[in-house]
Each structure stands twice: as C-alpha cells, then as structure tokens.
C-alpha cells in the first residue's frame, strides 16, 4: 500500500512526470537506433512517433517554466556577495547565470515549439538559431554551473567527511558519549555525498544530449542514436530516484 502510495505522490509533481516520460522518451530512441540497424522500417517509424509524441507532450509540460527561475533569480541577486553565502563569489554569479539561462532556454524552448505547429512565423533558419543556438546554448551554460557547484559540493562535503571521521576516531577510542550522534553526522554526510555524485551524473548526460543537439552531424556514426538514448534514459532514471517518496 505504501508503494501505492509513494506512485501516487510521486506522479503529482510535474517534475517528477517529465522524470518519467524522459525516460520513455529517450529509450525510443535506443529502440529507434536498434529497429533501424535491422532494417525493420515499420517498427522503427512506430516507435519514433511514439517518440516525437511524447517529446512533445514534455515541450508542453515546459510551458511557463521560464517563470520558475525568477524566484532563484532574485535570490541569486539578494544573496550576491552576503558573508552567509557560502558559495566562493564567481561560483555566487555563476548561479545567477545559471538562472537567467534556464529562463532564456524555456523561452526558446516554448516560442520555437509554438512555431513548429504554426502558432508563430517563423522562417526554419530562425527557429534553428533561437532553438540550437540560442536555447541548447543556454542550457549548456545552465549545465556548466550546475557541475561546477557540484564538484565544489563534493570537495565540501568531502572535507567535512574527514573531520567527522576523525571524530570519530577519537570518540570510539575514548569512548565518548556522542559517538552515536557523530556516527549519524558521518551517514548523513555519506549519503549527501552520494547524492551529490548522482546529480553530477545526471548534469554530464545532459550535457551529451545538448552538445548533440548543437552539433548532431557529430553524432552520425554508428550507435549514435542508441548511445544518446542511453545518456536520456539514464539522466531520466537518476530523477526518478532522486524523486521517488521515500516514508
């Protein structure tokens, strides 16, 4: 019943859907690759339909989404620089780049989607430029940041790891009495670190598919098409694990 439960909580978020649907969504395209090594047209049209539809459905899914990122934008602006912020001051203005980055990608993202079904002129060379060099470009610098705050997490963390197991050291061999509160500091850590290298992962197949949609001619040859599902599909599952309800 928990597991009931957990889905129905789980499938509430959008976040967590498109998690899901990204998933679906980039394991077409390994069935895709597969399907059109063998020769097998028929199934593989099918599933690339299957995929345009629910890539689409997602692209909706991002409607508005620009909006999400002015709340960390203007807590990026009243954190800039204060002595309680934690993070080193290019790394403060590399978050408020990633912000403002993450609002020009889901405006690209929107306004060129929009285009395709005929709802906004445009020529295709200009959809093109807002949409794989403006918007992938932006998500590139968004991506960027994002595995330079997670490489200084994991040195943080990691530092933080080796005092509390010195503290550890010390407490078992003394016996003291918060060696139970230390040991629990020491898991919590653990897993902060662990959690830490998924997203760093997560970012890095990411950062695949934008370069492919940068530059897809550099990813003609052979596999190609079932190695980027690969990097979808496993960036997809790293979200749904991160935001599966846990009770």
């Known amino acids: 019943m928990a597991t009931v439960e957990n889905a ?15 998933v679906l969504h980039y394991t077409a395209r390994i069935a ?4 059109e090594s063998k020769g097998n ?6 599933v690339e339909g299957w995929r345009n539809a629910i890539g689409s459905s997602r692209r909706i899914g991002r409607f508005f989404s620009s909006l999400n990122s002015i709340p960390a934008i203007k807590s990026a602006l009243a954190d800039f620089g204060s002595p309680e912020n934690p993070l080193p001051l290019a790394l403060q203005g590399g978050m408020l780049a990633a912000s403002a980055a993450d609002t020009v990608y889901f405006l690209c993202d929107n306004v060129t989607f929009l285009s ?9 060379a200009t959809r093109d430029f807002w949409e794989s060099w403006v918007g992938t470009r932006a998500w590139i610098i968004s991506l960027g940041v994002w595995i330079s ?9 990691t530092q933080k790891l080796g005092s509390l197991r010195n503290e550890q050291a010390r407490a078992k061999k003394y016996d003291a009495k918060n060696l139970d509160e230390i040991n629990h500091s020491v898991d919590t850590v653990k ?8 997203f760093t992962l997560q970012m890095a197949c990411d950062g695949a598919l934008a370069f492919y949609f940068v530059a897809p001619w550099l990813w003609e040859k052979k596999g190609a098409s079932e190695a980027i599902g690969a990097a979808g599909a496993l960036a997809g599952a790293i979200g749904v694990y991160t935001k599966w309800p846990r009770k």
């Open 8 to 22: 129905v909580l789980f499938l509430s978020s959008h976040s967590s859907r498109d998690s899901l649907a990204k």
């Open 41 to 46: 047209v028929v199934q593989a049209e099918k």
């Open 116 to 124: 395709r079904h005929g709802w906004i002129d445009m020529t295709d």
């Open 32 to 35: 895709y690759g597969y399907y």
């Open 191 to 198: 897993a902060e670190l662990f959690s830490v290298k998924l």
């Open 149 to 157: 705050w997670a490489l200084w997490e994991y040195r943080r963390l």
